[in-house]
């Protein structure tokens, strides 16, 4: 991939993390620098730079949808409330994001729904 293409990707990738993520984006971000820097790159540049931007979905549709996903794998709580973060971020309501992890439990079962519960009690308490 030419190097402009790659950058333009990157700079795309890292705006989208801002506007969902703000700070604990990027500390997701800084925290992978010591160990495996290009993985932290092509987290900015496929999900955000990608994905994210691309027109499909707006991006409190998009919350949702990693809400539900991360709370339905049941092993992914540290990046739930980043996302559960994001979502207030971009405007999803904690009565959306409630009965969206609610939903879950019909698919992922009751325990991911209550893992995902406890996991908005504590991203609500710091809001």
Known sequence: MPMNTSNQRYQRGLEKL???DGDAGQR???SLQDIAPD???YL?????GDIY???GLDL???E??????LTAMGNATPQLKVHLQAALNVGVSREEIVETIMQ???YAGFPAALNGLAAAREVFAQN
């Open 18 to 20: 801002r506007e969902i």
């Open 28 to 30: 997701v971000i800084d």
């Open 39 to 41: 993985f932290a790159r």
């Open 44 to 48: 900015i540049e496929f999900p955000f």
């Open 53 to 55: 931007s691309r027109p």
């Open 60 to 62: 409190k549709s998009r």
């Open 64 to 69: 949702i949808a990693v809400v539900a996903a």
């Open 104 to 106: 879950m439990a019909v």
